[in-house]
């Protein structure tokens, strides 16, 4: 029976990831998580280090 | 009302001293005819060959300035402003009938430099202009351009470039015009932003009026960051540390170039005695036979040579360098801080991005990403439309289920794209893989991915729906390398 909607074509060849490639992703959500946490410590001091530029005055 | 000078030599140019109406004895004074004449002399090309000059013209810009300050001075100054249009050697005017003409072909636009207004002030007269970039000598590298409506003598051109204007130094000081010049490129360019006048931009600085006085004592880096979110963007300051060290110094020239990269002009504020100099940054360089150092990772932003700016001093499009050279008195490590205008869906800053890239080439299973000692990276934000347009226009480089899969990847409307290349490969614009990254994530978010694909396999990342990953494995025709992404930026003609 012809459809009534066209639904979008879905990739035939994506598969969902094997057991190897879902390890890996795990290690890599671990690693970049814990990242985040010291980088925005860092980014913090980073910041208040920064605060002085923005007193500078421009008019040449 | 309309002179036409043909330019043979540079001394031509000396003919705008004599433009004015036999009566009008001071025309040339109340203009600057004589300093304008210089400027453009000593810095337009000689494939400028044509001026057309409309003595007496409305400039929106310059009125928003006389209606609230030069009208209240005990000096008078006159309401109008003249306009020089710049032509190449095709195109011929017609005084007795004044028609605008290029024989053999439909439009003047197509040899149309753009113009220039002076304003009636005395002192720092030339006012908002738009000069298409291979007007101007030395100008070369990408740059933000944008096309304006010109209207003269009943024809309408297209005026190319990116806006710039001196300062006036009194009611608007080098850091408005650098605002000025972004947020008139925005308005151009981005239909959701609204214009703004130089006095607009000077209101913008204070939540009060400033009067006349307080504009030409200079702003700080807060005030520009003001005019930036009153007119609409979100504005991003990134500072130099106070006595940075090498490491600090690369960071921060990496993330001014990842922005400006990504077709966002940037706010670029200049250390100098006594007071800093502000100035747009509207492109950049690359030295593309610059030695790549052959371990560790190579940044595309270590290869820039010289920013292009919209500087307030100098006629638009010219160069900062590393080195002072004849004509700039400035150097890249001069930059101390920048603005960033984004849009409202950028949340992930540039920094995190990068912060990604050892996790990528370490635990992502991309066989054929190049290893650390072996990279080129590059990185910026673009829109999800320009990605599918590059593939729709480009379709050779990419196994077609890769087309299919990306162009129905739910993303959101801004991202990252980082760009891994070989070594080999990065001065023919090659590259190996791609990684697609949301924009809109936070930088807590471990699995801000929305698709990463080397030449064998891509991970697909459905993060508006939740489902699980998906992986596929590429037929991507060894031909046809995939190629690097221009996002917004446009070569400059030589």
């Not at chain 2, 000059?53 to 100054?77: M, P």
């Not at chain 2, 196994?399 to 959101?412: S, T, V």
């Not at chain 2, 508006?464 to 996002?487: E, Q």
Request: hydrophobic share 40%; with cysteine.
């Amino acid at each position: 029976m012809k459809p009534k909607v066209n639904v979008l074509r879905s990739s035939s060849r994506a598969k969902p990831l094997d057991e190897g490639q879902k390890k890996a992703l795990a290690n890599y959500y671990s690693k970049v998580s814990r990242e985040a946490v010291k980088r925005t410590v860092e980014d913090i001091e980073k910041r208040q280090r920064r605060a002085a530029t923005a007193r500078r005055i421009v008019l040449k | 009302m309309y002179v036409w000078i043909n330019i043979e030599k540079p001394e031509d140019y000396d003919a705008l001293l004599n433009v004015g109406p036999s009566s009008d004895l001071n025309f040339a004074a109340v203009y600057e005819l004589k300093e304008v004449a210089r400027k453009l002399k000593t810095t337009l090309r000689p494939r400028v060959r044509k001026l057309l000059i409309e003595l007496s013209y409305v400039d929106k810009d310059y009125r928003s300035t006389f209606y609230h300050f030069y009208a209240k001075k005990g000096r008078q100054y006159r309401g109008n402003s003249v306009r020089i249009h710049l032509f190449g050697a095709t195109v011929s005017f017609d005084a007795d009938h004044l028609i605008l003409s290029r024989p053999g072909h439909d439009n003047p636009s197509d040899d149309y430099f753009g113009f220039i207004t002076l304003r009636p002030t005395y002192k720092f007269t030339v006012g908002r202009s738009v000069v298409r970039p291979d007007a101007i000598e030395g100008a070369a590298g990408l740059a933000l351009m944008s096309s304006y409506r010109v209207h003269v003598l009943g024809h309408e051109l297209l005026a190319v470039g990116f806006p710039w204007m001196e300062q006036h130094s009194d009611i608007a000081v080098c850091a408005h015009v650098a605002c000025w010049s972004i947020l008139r490129h925005y308005a151009n360019q981005v239909r959701k932003y609204r214009e703004f006048l130089t006095h607009d931009i000077t209101r913008l600085a204070q939540a009060f009026d400033p009067g006349g006085l307080l504009p030409s004592l200079g702003l700080y880096v807060e005030h520009a960051e003001r005019i930036f979110s009153e007119a609409g963007t979100y504005p991003l300051v990134i500072s130099m540390p106070k006595d940075p060290t090498k490491q600090e110094r690369k960071d921060f020239h990496r993330q001014l170039f990842a922005y400006l990269d990504s077709g966002f002009p940037l706010y670029v504020v200049i250390k100098d005695d006594p007071a800093d100099h502000a100035v747009a940054a509207i492109g950049y360089r690359s030295n593309n036979s610059a030695v790549i150092p052959q371990t560790g990772i190579a940044y595309a932003a270590d290869m820039i040579e010289a920013l292009i700016l919209s500087d307030d001093n100098h006629m638009p499009y010219r160069d900062l360098r590393w080195k002072t050279f004849p004509g700039q008195s400035y150097r890249l490590d001069d930059v101390i801080a920048f603005i960033a205008p984004l849009p409202d869906k950028v949340f992930l800053p540039a920094e995190h991005v990068e912060n990604l890239v050892p996790y990528i080439l370490n635990d992502l299973p991309l066989d054929e990403l190049p290893d650390q000692d072996d990279l080129v990276l590059r990185y910026f934000v673009t829109t999800a439309a320009l990605i599918h347009k590059q593939m729709r226009e480009a379709p050779s480089q990419f196994d077609p289920e890769l087309i299919n899969e990306i162009m129905q990847l739910p993303m959101a409307q801004y991202v990252w794209v980082m760009e891994f290349a070989r070594k080999k490969d990065w001065p023919n614009s090659h590259i190996s893989g791609r990684a697609i990254i949301d924009a809109t994530a936070g930088v807590y978010e471990e699995d801000a991915l929305w698709a990463i694909y080397d030449r064998k396999t891509a991970l697909l990342f459905d993060r508006r729906g939740g489902g699980d990953p998906k992986t596929l494995s590429l037929n991507t025709p060894a031909s046809a390398p995939y190629a690097k992404m221009i996002p917004n930026l446009d070569p400059i003609r030589v």
